[in-house]
Structure formats: C-alpha cells, structure tokens
C-alpha cells in the first residue's frame, strides 16, 4: 500500500529556475527510504517540502491517499530529525521530549506513560534531568530521537541526522535507528550525502542530483546495475573506475588506449548504435592473477594497507585507477602487477547520454550470495 | 605571553594615575557628602565623619520621593523597551511577510532622528492628552527602541531556525514559541538590554526637565537640580550627599553588568 | 511507479491557492502585531513629531504652541541673520571639535593599558568605565564643585602652584572649555568600555605571530590594534559626535547657556526659545537645523568609514 505520493513535485524560488523538477516518487508504509545525494541536489528541500516547510511551487503531495499540499506542518502527522538536534538549550532532557506533547495537549498521564517507556527504549532514563549542553554528541541524537519516537507518529522524516557524529558513533547510531525503524514500524524518510549511510541503511534509495532523480531502487540494484554514470561514480567506495572505450579492430576493444578485451557479438552491436562509450568497474573487480590468468600487467603507483584489504593506486593510461584485494599483500610500488580482468565485470554506459548500456554480469561469480 | 617586567610597571603607573584622575570628581563628592560644611567651606581635609549631610537632604527635599520616581520610572522603560524590542526583533528574525524589509528600514531611520528633533511637539502631545507630571508621560514616549531591536534580532538570529521548525511541526504557534523558547535562550542579552535600558532612563534630564512640573512624579536627576539651585547658602555637603545618592544604584548596576554590557553593546553596534 | 494516482484536480488547485493566500494573509498579520507597538509609538512620537517639527518651523506660534501667522522661510532667515544663533552654532562646533577627539584618544589610552593581562585589571577597568554609570546631573554637580571660583578643587591647586585663580564658569573664554572638560570626563566610560570590547575581540594569533616576527610593542599597536580596531572606533566617533551636538544637561546645571551666550549649545538654545521664550516656531526652525547636521553627519561618516574603515 502506497502511503506517500509525489506525482510531479517541482519546486523553484525565481520563476525559471527549478531546484527540483517533476519528482515522481511513492514510498511504501513500514518503508526505510534513503534521499541520498551531493549537497545542492535538493534532497533537503525535498524532504522540507515533505514536511511542509517549504511550499510546494507544483505538483501533488499525497499522504495516505489525501493530498496534503495545503496543511501546515502540525497537520500532517509527522515527526521530524534534523541535523544539528534541534533540541531546545534551556529545556531539560524531559521537557525536550515532552514538548510536542505539550504543545498538541496530550494528558499528563499519557505524556509520563510514553516519556517512561521512551526514555527506557533510548536509554535516556539517567539522563531526563540534564540540559542538552550536559550531554555529549550521542546522547543529543538520543533525545531527538526520542522526540521523533514519542511524538508515535507514523511518519518520520530525518536531515543528515549523523553527519554531527564521529565514524565510531555514527556507525553505531545506523543500527540503533534501523533497528528501532523496524521495531516501531516507522515508515522513514532519511536524507543523506553519504552513500555508505544509504546502502547500509535504506530498504530503497533514490539518488538525486541537481533537481533530478538519478535512480530509485534497492542498494544492490544501485550498486550492481547503476542507471548512469553519475549513480556508478556516487555509489560505492572507493568509486567505480572509468575509462573511455574504443574499438580497437573487429573483435577487440581498448579501454583508455590501454586494456585490450575481447568483445562479443552484443558488444559490437552496441559500438555500432552508441558513438563514445565508457566503460566502468569496480575496483573489487580488478583482481589478483592466482585463480586465473592474467589477463592486463599494470603499474603499481601507491599501495594503501588497510589490515583486512589492501587497496592499490594502479596506472591504466595515465589515469589513476582502485584496485581492492582482500587480505594482506606484499606489493611494491613501481612493479608491474599481473591482474586479471574480465569482461563480465565491465558496465558500459553511453558517453553523451550518459546512461547506462550493459550493466556488469556475473555469471560463475556470484555477487549476492543467499544462505 | 609574559609580559617583560619593566613594561608591567611602567603599566601599573600608567593605570594607577590613570585611575586616580578619573575617580577624583566622584572621590571628591563622596568624601565631601560625609564633611561638615565647615570642612569644605574652608577647603581643609575632613575633620569628621558625619552623615547629617544625607539626613538633611532626604529631611529638607523629597529625595526619597525622587529616588522611588526615578526607579518607578527607570522599572516602567526598562520593562516597555525589553517587550517592544523583543515583539519587533522577533518578527523580523522569525516571520516572513510582505513590507518587512520596508518597516526595517523604517525601524533603522528612526536611528537619525534625534530626540531633540521631535521634542516641541512630543512636549505638545503630552500636554494635550494631560500626561505632564503623570507617570504615562515620563515613560511611554521611550518604550519603542530601534537600538533595543536590533540588540535583540542579532541575538534571535544566532537561535537556529530548526528549533522553529521543530516546534512548527509540533503543532506550536508563534506567539507560544516567542514565549517559551525565544525569551527564555536569549535570556542574556535581554537582560543586557534591560540594564542598558534602566541606565540610560535612571540618567534621563532633557525629558523629565521638560514632562515633570511639580515634585509629583519629578525624578531624582531632577531633583538633583532642583536641590542644586535652590541651595543659596552653598551647602555642598547636602547637594553631594544628594548627587551621590543619585548615582549609587546605576553604578551598582554597571559593576555588576559591566562585562556584559561591554559584550552586549559592542555586539548590537558593529553587526 | 505503476498506479500513480495522483492527478491534481481543479478543486485541489483551486484549494492550494486559496489556503496559500489565507497563510500568507495570515502571517502579514501576525507580523504587522508583532510590529505593531513599536510603529504606533514610532508614529505618535518620532515621526509625527518630525514633520510636526518642519510644520512649526514655518510658522509663528502663540505660548500654548497653535500657529498664527505662515511666514515661510523668514525663521531660518532670521535665525541666521541672528548673532545670538551665529554664536550658538559656532560653539557648538568648537564644543565638537574639542570633546570628541580628546574623548576618543583618552578613551583608547586607557583601554590599551586596560586591556594588558595583569594582576587586579578588573579593578581598573571598573574605574575607567564608572563615569557610564554617572548621570549628568551628578557629573555636572561635582565639576560645578571643581570648578567653583573660591572653594573648587581646580582653584584650590592653582593656587598652590601660586597662579592665578580663573573663573571657569563665568569667564566667556574658559566656560565651553569647562563644559567640554566635564562632557569629555562623562564620555569616557562608554567610550572606553566600547573599544576595550573592540580590543579584546582582535584575534590573539594575530600578535602571536607578530611576536614571532619580532615586532615591536608600537609596531604592533600601529599595524595591529589600530587597523583591526577601525570599525570600532568608527562607530564610536559617530556616537560620540552625534552626542556632542546633543549636549544639554552639562550646560543646564554649569552655565544655562553663559556667560554672555559663551555655551549656548544648540539643544540649550532650542530649549530656551521654545520652553522660556515661547517662540515654537523658531525654536522648532533651530531643531531643523540640528537634524540635517546630525544627518549630515552620519551621512558623511558612513560615506568615509566605508573607504577608510577595515572591516574584519
């Protein structure tokens, strides 16, 4: 069941000048679903004209099948977490939480009865008495948290709501916020610039970028099957590698004058349709030649150890590509590295139109792998 | 950074008569209003200390009636000011409508015109709706403050426009946010502006001069004038006694506020 | 994205518009009260006033302040054909000129040696902003004392020093020095509060640094404090000249106006003639005049400051 509808949402400040253009968008109830985007794409405005903070300049807004684009904030039944907490200096833990509460008039009782059970659920109860400057980082998250949980509306809507964290806590709070999504049975809308908070947490992520939808789908279909260079490059980490793609005779290709692949009889046809091509991977494809053969020798400008994976810095036509590798590896910089490289792994995107031609298949080399 | 002994006491001199020539006149005063008028009159060093100065000018003048006047009027100023102030400052921070920027200009314009300027017809004004020697007179002419809310909208400014937010969605009107959560975080530059605000109407003379003509409602500046030229015989004990009693609470008021003042005002006039 | 059923209707639009219309009429009058007191009392007794003032002073006036006759210009003209209002002015330009520089340069000499980290500054900086806290009525009370002919503190040491006594306050040459010396004492608290604010809000780094490069104390205070300390005392030779046109209660208690009209400040001068003289119309003629100066004024130091002044 549908719960939220955006049908041809557009938002623009000066006539003519669009932020966001024709945003057709529905998100499903119990859904985690992730705004992810570079700053400036217009996913805040996006999830403020969701809020009602911002007025929608055209389209249709629509909540639970009823168009809302003309309530006020309060009367949409929403509860919201922005970025910087938004939690109130001079009131104590207690009165931060309560005051939406307040402010809708729920009885006392009620208010004590969802303050105890929502102080428990975020670990708050010690703290109720203190003021937001007495808490650390993690702990004002908790509040406005708690605020969005207690408010138990069934919308909740969040604004980078960990990029004020440290990477250790940031990591943590990602668990507690889909765990608590899930047990509450929140549908969430959460906007983000980071790409590693949107494939960790979102059930379906749409990546925007200057006013447009890039793409909308699960993680793994963004990662495996990105609908056009910009989601290639924007999702994953260290980003896809790309180079320009040239015919080199009838049955072969160049990738920036320098990889030599075979290409099959798809691939010829596609060199007929498309003039300029680019050709994608992703850096965890570029492999060691142990299991198979080698089939490129590059060389090895910077070695990176990271413990667990060893990332390489390798030179493919004079631009810098990521090689990922698990494990520890012994590798020198300046050396030829034997790779193996296969076509399977390559996606081919459209220089002009920038769209995606062939994602990457991966047969005999299971990606997802179901238990 | 320490500082090269030789400088340090060249500075302490530096302060210490710098200090000795401000602080003389009052020094003086407060020495002379515990003199006998014998002392002064033949310029010697005080011989005794005595208070009959201050029992003979709160026994020969209402100065105690001037003193409540004063603070009566000061309180009323104070407490006009801070709601105009914050009323106007936070419907130029937090509410959007059309005229804004037109009624801040206006606001920033009345900075140009002295009070001198308007002085004949407010005197005319208060006379025809019978506010000479009321209260009413005296203080309402002051209670809207251009200075005041530009203090405030820097300040409001600085409270992060998601708390508004945040309460938008909690279904929280204005006038509740402005009460709640406005006033309460910029608690301290209200008070600020409260003090700045009693200073200045406790040491007010052109206007009360002007709006008091009986010793009704006359404050204690003027009454400190009054005292001054009614005082044939030169009793200068009596009149410094008077003076002194004139300045105690506003200098209490800056010592306490002194360091918040300092950062208050710099911050309303340079932004 | 299959069963978008989303179509925006008439109504809906018809709706939309009418509820943004009522918002938008709404919060105009939400902001209109808030600003409401603030313009009422702005209205009756600044900007009424104002014009009621540019009204008068093309008119004669009767003692309760109704007008009689419509003489156009004839009281500006009369004004400075007047050698009583050609003093007035004068003295209040020389007033200026002899109070704002000294207050600025005594201010900011003490605030330089205020603002060094020493023991028991706090108690320094108290003194030097006491005078803040000192109305004019006081202030003018203890220098009516310093300088009175037989038994002020001034003659006293002259005195000693075997010089000859001077009448400060009745002799025509001395009595707008005195009135400056007392207005200049008043000043120098906010004054000096004002710019040590300005002091001490100058980056630490910035004389760390010159101190790395091995400049000296007044190198530093010329490239460093002056430069840097620029908008502040921009702002505080405005208010200050601004006040010194203001001048009133100095003059009322030390001189009212003598003697032979030596310190008949401006504002004094339009008091005399509107509340002893009765003459509204002239007086108000004479608060034209001390308006375009004042505006003037500013004008020209924001013209300036805005060139000269370095903003951080």
Partial sequence: MSYIELKDITKSYHAGNNILEQINLTIEKGEFFVLVGPSGSGKSTLLRMIAGLEDITDGVLKMNEKVVNHLQPKDRNLSMVFQNYALYPHLSVEQNILFGLKAKKVSKAEQQKRLKETAEMMGLSELLDRKPRQLSGGQRQRVALARSVVSEAPLCLMDEPLSNLDAKLRAQMRVEIRRLQKQLGLTLIYVTHDQVEAMTMGDRIMVLNDGEIQQVGKPITLYNEPANLFVASFIGSPKMNMGKTEIKDVSNFLVNKTLSFSADVRMQKAF?????????????????????????????????????????????????????????????????LEVYISTEHLSFFDAQTEALIRPASFSGHGEVQAI | MRIPFGRKIVTYLLLIAAAFLVFTPTMMAVVMSFMTNQDIMTGSLPSAFSLDNYRRAFEQFPLLHYVINSFLVSIAIMIGQLILASLAAYAFVFLEFKGRDFLFYLFIATMMVPFEASIIPNFHTIRDLGWIDQYTGLTIPFFAMAFGTFLLRQNFKQIPKELREASQIAGMGDVKFYLKVVLPVAKTSLITLGVYGFLTSWNMYLWPLLATTNDNVRTVQIGLRQLQSQEQMNDWGVIMAGAVIVIIPTLILLFLGQKKLQRGLTEGALK | MTNMTAVITQEDQALFVRTKRKQRYKQFIKGILFLLPSIALFSVFLFYPLLRTIYLSFFLTDASGATTVFVGWDNFVTLFQSTIFQQSIKSTFLFVLYTVPLTIVISLFLAIIANEKLKGIGFFRTIFSSTMGISVAAASVFWLYLFHPTIGFLNIIMDTFGLEKVGWLTDPSWALIAVAVTTIWMNIGFTFLILLGGLQSIDKYLYESADVDGAGYFYKLRRITIPMLSPTLFFVVTVTIINAFQTFGQVDILTQGGPQNATNLMVYSIYREAFTNYQFGSASAQAIILFIIILLMTIIQFKLGERKVHYQ
């Fill in chain 1, 272 to 336: 007929q349709v498309h003039k300029n091509i680019i050709a994608g991977i992703r850096p965890e494809h570029i492999q060691p030649a142990i299991h198979q053969e080698a089939t490129h020798s590059l060389e090895v400008i910077h070695v990176e150890q990271l413990g667990n994976e060893t990332s390489l810095a390798l030179d493919v036509g004079g631009e810098l590509w990521t090689a990922k590798w698990p494990g520890q590896w012994d590798i020198t910089a300046g050396n030829q």
